[in-house]
């Protein structure tokens, strides 16, 4: 018998990596977007009671991370009151949730890659509010995943991976910071991962709830990071080749502060789950060789 599996937010980048995952024969995807806004409890209910799936995976989020520290209540409502409906909405229909979150619950000050069992002290109202979602999660009671995870990269627009590109392009000056630390993590490698949980879920079971840091390795500064697509995207013609600036945090203002060790500690996620998180180069090297193909053929 199949298992239907409503995955939130299908205009996400994870969500769009998962359009093209390769998922047991036995597991009915469905992708919802923004017809239903799952802030609104009505609707959020009133899907799970049609569509009765075992899995709720939500990758929808607010996640303008500097326009959030004028728009708390927009974050917290997305971020917090919609995961708080989507937690009711499993809990009617006996789904088990899988929820994104992020290194941004940390303030950032360890020096050592964060465990699960760490204290948060988010900095930012986008922290604060992805933290709200984690809380408000395990407060509702039902069987839950949540991946935190760091810096997301895919070939789609909204990324960091893109945003350089378009730079790079242009030729306009590119710069990144030393002095904070972040895993980048492939959208493909969360998607892959996203399918195995699901998959394993009614083996693993109880031991498998609960918060799980999934985030690509070894963390890195912003700077190597934007290095490494910069001259990977010239190498296959993606861009023309282009000098890196580097530059530290404090010259870089930002509205909403950013923790400057994001590094993710990803051993429980491989003992209870079986699964890595890839060498973000080797992710962002299949990642640029897949646009660089996309690019060829369209032209
Ligand atoms: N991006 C990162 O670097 C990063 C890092 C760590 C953790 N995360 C977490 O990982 C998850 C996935 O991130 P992502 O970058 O893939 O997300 P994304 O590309 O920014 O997409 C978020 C999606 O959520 C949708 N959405 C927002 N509010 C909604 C609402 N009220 N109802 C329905 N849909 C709504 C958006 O729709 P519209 O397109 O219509 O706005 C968008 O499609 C999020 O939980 C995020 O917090 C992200």
């Not at 919802?32 to 075992?54: C, F």
Request: with cysteine; proline share 6%; aromatic share 6%.
């Amino acid at each position: 018998m199949s298992r239907t599996i409503l995955v939130l937010g299908k205009g996400s980048q994870v969500a769009r990596e998962l359009l093209n995952a390769a998922w047991p024969w036995d597991i009915k995807p469905i992708y919802v977007g923004r017809e239903i806004d799952i802030e609104n409890q009505e609707l959020v209910i009133g899907l799970a009671r049609s569509l009765r799936p075992s899995l709720i995976v939500n990758t929808a989020a607010y996640t303008a991370v500097d326009k959030a520290e004028n728009e708390p209540d927009a974050a917290f409502a997305t971020n917090f009151e919609a995961v708080v409906n989507i937690g009711k909405a499993a809990g009617i229909c006996g789904a088990t949730v899988i929820h994104m979150s992020t290194d941004y619950v940390f303030d950032g000050t360890g020096s050592a890659p964060y465990t699960e069992t760490d204290a948060v002290n988010p900095q930012s109202v986008y922290g604060r509010s992805k933290r709200a979602g984690e809380s408000g999660l395990a407060a509702i009671g039902v069987p839950h995943v949540v991946l935190r995870t760091s810096t997301i990269f895919s070939q789609f627009e909204r990324s960091l991976l893109q945003r350089v590109l378009v730079r790079q392009r242009l030729q306009h000056d590119l710069a990144g910071v030393t002095d904070r630390v972040i895993c980048p993590t492939s959208a493909t490698d969360l998607a892959n991962a996203i399918v195995a949980i699901a998959a394993a879920l009614p083996r693993v079971g109880a031991a498998g709830h609960g918060i799980f840091h999934f985030a690509g390795q070894p963390a890195t500064s912003v700077f190597e990071f934007i290095t490494a697509v910069v001259e990977r995207a010239a190498q296959l013609g993606l861009a023309p080749a282009q000098r890196v600036r580097p530059t530290v945090a404090a010259e870089w203002p930002a509205a909403a502060p950013r923790p400057s060790n994001g590094a993710l500690d990803c051993t429980k996620v491989e003992r209870v789950w079986g699964i890595r998180p890839q060498p973000w180069r080797v992710a962002l090297d299949a990642c640029l060789q897949r646009m660089a193909k996309q690019t060829t053929v369209a032209a």
